[in-house]
């Protein structure tokens, strides 16, 4: 992506990234972790606030640092970052709250042209998946690297 | 390359250039958000993946 990101670190196997957002509340330190369901080859896409003192995750907080599309460029780094590595795996996303899932939603909208180059994405509707729509107020997303025959 | 061509071309890159650190490999594997780690397991297991 083109839009401007923030530099990340990872864990050695790349399944936990961690990142500083810059804004009007200053430095807050981010996490993005990639977790293994019971399902095998699907990760769920875990995201949120670190603690530093403590090393806790917040999903919940809503920092509003004045940086939000760089912060969800940064996260979507990270699922090319992930992908790179685990080329077959599935990502599910959903969002603590129903806003932080509207959230998502507009990011993946915003670089919906972008993401569609590179990923299979699909949303969560009524228990089924469907093919991502701008228009439609998905629950989950589900993402998959296309695969290079 | 010359560094203005390399610049371009890193800033291009859709996979970011990523440091290893360490410290982070105590969250491999570490369930953050149990809940909603079940939630996405309870889904999956009602309607799977995408046909």
Known sequence: MILPKYPLSSSSQLMTFEFESEGKFGKVAKLVAYQPTNLNGVYNLAFGDKNTETGQINDRVITDNGDRDKVLATVAATVYAFTDKYSDSWVYLIGSTKSRTRLYRMGIAKFFDELNQDFEVYGQLNDSWEKFRRDTEFEGFLVRRKQIN | ?51
């Open chain 2, 1 to 51: 390359m010359n560094s203005s061509n390399l610049l371009t071309d890193l800033k291009k890159r859709k996979t970011p250039i990523v440091k290893i650190d360490p410290s982070l490999n105590q969250y491999d594997g570490q369930i953050l958000f149990p809940e909603k780690l079940e939630k996405a397991n309870q889904m999956l297991k009602k309607i799977g993946l995408p046909k």
